[in-house]
């Protein structure tokens, strides 16, 4: 899904259970985020699920992503989850859980559930 259509999903509001969004929301802007966020809120019914994986740090820039087998530049925005709660807490969710991994990078896993604003 490519970032415009994060910013206005095609979906009716509280039509979803669920919006599950694995290392996508960390190509968009830092700017568009809270935007996202929200649209997310609108789709998703309350007492719904929201997951998350973005990239954990700080900062915001163009790199080269070795690890997919390109030499093409990619946005990146990163994420620390206290910020990031906020940012969802704003939207209508409520933090449940925070995971964090390592691979080729430090990932953050958050789950949140939808509550009435």
């Known amino acids: 899904m490519s970032g415009s259509a994060l910013r206005q999903l095609p979906l009716r509001t509280g039509s979803m259970d669920a919006v599950w969004c694995q290392a996508a929301l960390l190509h968009l802007p830092r700017a568009d985020v809270p935007g996202v966020l929200a649209e997310f809120a609108r789709a998703v019914r309350i007492g719904g699920r929201l997951h998350l994986s973005v990239a954990d740090g700080d ?34 969710f409520v933090v449940q859980e925070v995971r964090r991994t390592t691979s080729f990078r430090d990932w953050l896993g958050i789950d949140a559930r939808r509550v009435a604003t």
């Open 59 to 92: 900062g915001e820039a163009w790199e080269v992503a070795f690890n997919y087998g390109s030499h093409r530049r990619r946005w990146f925005t990163y994420h620390r989850a206290p910020d990031l709660a906020a940012h969802l807490a704003a939207a209508g």
